[in-house]
T-cell receptor
């Protein structure tokens, strides 16, 4: 059974700072990785996907992947209070329709 | 608007009373899944479907049934609910990608969730 590990937090950062969220995974053969954002009581929303080693940037979000270390991270630049949410890391488990989710890291951005 | 819908959004019921949670998507997606989310345990897959009449168990299928008679609908059935099925349930769908983009198959789009309480 594949595993995805995240620090549950909460991670507290001041407004305008960089928030760094980390995720490790157990299956060295994993090819794709997803970051979802989930506001309290709401459904997960896909914000980033990454398939190759290195960095992928989208606006204020940067995903970083290091397959050798089995480590994927999400950086949020210029953090805003509206970024306060739980961030879920997910890795496919073989088939086309199954994701293994980490338990999520709660981010709190304070003014 | 492209979306996944679920009904009901909230449900309180009693042990043993059969219930169905509906899920519908208007994006013509082939793949659909049901997840449950519990504090500290994250999202766990209950059942999934790769197309009409094709379903399979996920990680926590006990106590649940599904059907996929139409491409757009994927209802979750609890024949005899028990208190340990109290949870937040999400339906999700994803498209089948062309061969060169098959790694994108797991980009799933979630419904708004159904909060179920079984007394």
């Amino acid at each position: 059974q594949k595993e995805v590990e995240q620090n549950s937090g909460p991670l507290s950062v001041p407004e305008g700072a960089i928030a760094s969220l980390n995720c490790t995974y157990s299956d060295r053969g994993s090819q794709s990785f997803f970051w979802y954002r989930q506001y309290s009581g709401k459904s997960p929303e896909l914000i980033m996907s990454i398939y190759s080693n290195g960095d992928k940037e989208d606006g204020r979000f940067t995903a970083q992947l290091n397959k050798a270390s089995q480590y994927v991270s999400l950086l949020i630049r210029d953090s805003q209070p509206s970024d306060s949410a739980t961030y879920l890391c997910a890795v496919p488990d073989g088939g086309y329709n199954k994701l293994i989710f980490g338990a999520g890291t709660r981010l709190a951005v304070h003014p | 608007e492209a979306q996944v819908t679920q009904n009901p959004r909230y449900l309180i019921t009693v042990t043993g009373k059969k219930l169905t949670v509906t899920c519908s998507q208007n994006m013509n997606h082939e793949y659909m899944s049901w997840y449950r989310q519990d504090p500290g345990l994250g999202l766990r897959q209950i059942y999934y479907s790769m197309n009409v009449e094709v379903t399979d168990k996920g990680d926590v299928p006990e106590g649940y049934k599904v059907s996929r008679k139409e491409k757009r609908n994927f209802p979750l059935i609890l024949e005899s609910p028990s208190p340990n099925q109290t949870s937040l349930y999400f339906c999700a769908s994803s498209p089948r990608r062309d061969r060169g983009l098959s790694y994108l198959n797991n980009e799933q789009f979630f419904g708004p969730g159904t909060r179920l309480t079984v007394l």
